[in-house]
């Protein structure tokens, strides 16, 4: 056992500087040592000593070691049960203990070498919590995890969607927040490429970008495919639908129903669709326009078979109340079925509030009588149209005070809208703030754009691209018409899949 510790424990970060040489050894050593665990008969040796070996590991300074050695105990301890999971790997066994030990601390460094084992012990995790129906235990865990081996969170993988849907299943969305605050704007490159050949660092270097090390052979990502990445956003606009971030909601809502395609839309951008239509009514008061990468006859389709949906908006933006209850009445089985019920639930309650709104462009105070009056279509007792009002200026969405009379005798509530001078001061605080964050996103823009040129003039379609050039270049014979009509027939250009199909 002291011999295969002392294997084990060859690799720890004290070796790692910043160095490019140090950097090429500490490689060195952390391939020699993969080179070991890889043998054909170790699994089996490791796994007969791993509560030793587990025991005297450090997750963070041996955390390759402790991966294989965990992962070998657990294969040996699942068997050929894959459905089952044994009671070790389930919250609170010994397994999962040490499982949650090493994804709260592991060196990110070493991990970048066992993205296959790192990856299947994440999904073990959200496995075992689910088998058990405590979701939330594995929530906090991966999401720090996820963080800890990427802590910009830019690339897409496969690890993203499980994790949202987890978040979706424990009803845990606040906690999902650290991972959709990021700006994910990438998928896993592609290996093979001439750049990745010649300018990729070690894996254990400083990276300015994650894509550098999680690629499609990285194995910390399953092979993604457009319903991955249309089900990420999808949830992630549920999450802010259920944290009543409506702007958020939409925006995710909008990359899910411009995605582009060729023929047909595919279910999930239709469910997209029916749940930008009532967010746009809870967040705006009114059916946004649909985002202008999705073309005409993709609306056309989406407007075909979400009749009901646009219906409803038809009659909340022209503030006919008995036209909505007929709507929603006559649909009610359409919106069980599409799980939205509570959506629209909360367009009707949100049919007050815009009517509540509405006043402030036309009277500068009213009585709470009078509000109840002009904005409910139903009777409401003045209670609950001082807490609505109430809620609506403290959200500041509504922008007024509330007066309440001193005199015992006379206990009329006043509303009082703010004038236009205050309206106007509001918004160009909110503009101030808007400006801020759009900065922010050109920032990440501007370097994301950079990095792919830099992909791009390195890749190998341009490589072959500036050989056929130069081959065009020393043959005069070939004029400019001639040689486009070469490069259209001998090099296969993928077509514009952000541009309209017909």
């Given amino acids: 056992m002291a011999e295969y510790l002392s294997q084990l424990t060859s690799v720890s970060p004290c070796l790692h500087t910043s160095t490019p040489s140090d950097e090429e050894d500490y490689d060195k ?25 587990l025991d005297n590991l450090d997750p963070y300074l041996h955390s390759l ?8 105990k657990i294969q040996s301890v699942q068997g050929d049960n894959k459905t089952r999971l044994s009671k070790q790997v389930c919250p609170g066994g010994e397994l999962w203990i040490k499982a949650v030990r090493l994804l709260r601390g592991f060196d990110p460094f070493q991990i970048r070498y066992a993205g296959h084992e790192w990856r299947q012990l994440i999904e073990l995790v959200i496995q075992a919590a689910q088998a058990v129906s405590k979701p939330l235990l594995a929530v906090s865990v991966v999401r720090d995890a996820m963080l800890r081996l ?55 270097g400083e990276h300015e970008s994650s894509m550098t090390f999680l690629t499609d052979g990285s194995g910390f990502s399953k092979k993604l495919t457009y319903r991955d990445h249309l089900q990420f956003f999808l949830y992630g606009a549920m999450i802010y639908m259920a944290l009543r971030k409506w702007d958020r909601a939409l925006h995710y809502l909008s990359i899910v129903i411009s995605c582009p395609v060729t023929n047909t839309v595919s279910k999930i951008m239709v469910e997209g669709y029916k749940k930008w239509v009532l967010v746009s009514l809870l967040g705006r008061g009114m059916l946004v326009s649909h985002p202008h990468l999705a073309s ?30 007929v709507e929603v009445n006559a649909a009610r089985s359409i919106w069980h079925a599409d799980n939205n019920i509570g959506l629209v639930q909360q367009v009707m309650c949100a049919f007050s509030k815009r009517m509540t709104l509405r006043l402030g462009m036309t009277f500068s105070a009213l009585t709470l009588a009078d509000v109840a009056q002009q904005a409910s279509h139903r009777p409401t007792s003045l209670n609950e149209v001082e807490s609505l009002v109430a809620s609506l200026v403290m959200s500041g969405a509504l922008n007024a005070v509330m007066l309440h009379s001193h005199n015992d005798d006379d206990k009329t509530t006043m509303v009082r809208f703010c004038s236009t001078v205050e309206l106007r001061c509001f918004q160009e605080h909110d503009t101030r703030e808007q400006i801020v964050q759009d900065s922010q996103l050109l920032d990440v ?42 490069l259209a027939s001998g090099i296969d250009i993928e077509e514009d899949i952000m541009g309209d199909t017909h």
């Fill in 445 to 486: 823009v501007g370097r994301s754009i950079l990095y792919a040129n830099r992909g791009l003039e390195l890749s190998n379609e341009n490589f072959l691209f500036l050989q056929k050039s130069m081959r065009w270049s020393d043959n005069p014979e070939k004029g400019s018409a001639r040689a486009l009509d070469e």
């Fill in 65 to 72: 070691s402790y991966l294989s050695v965990l992962h070998f």
């Fill in 296 to 325: 005409s006859h993709v609306i056309r389709a989406y407007k075909a078979l979400a009749k009901p949906y646009t219906l409803l908006a038809d009659a909340f933006e022209k503030c006919d109340f008995q036209r909505i209850e």
């Fill in 150 to 204: 990427d802590p910009s969170s830019e690339v897409l993988t496969s690890v993203h969607t499980a994790f949202m849907r987890l978040t979706l299943i424990a009803r845990s969305y606040s906690l999902a927040l650290p991972i959709l605050e990021r700006h994910i704007c990438h998928f896993p490159t592609l290996t093979g490429q001439a750049y990745q050949k010649y300018h990729q660092p070690t894996l254990c």
């Fill in 29 to 53: 050593h952390i391939r020699d040592l993969i080179t070991y665990l890889q043998q054909p008969n170790r699994p089996s040796e490791l796994s007969s000593v791993s509560g030793y070996l």
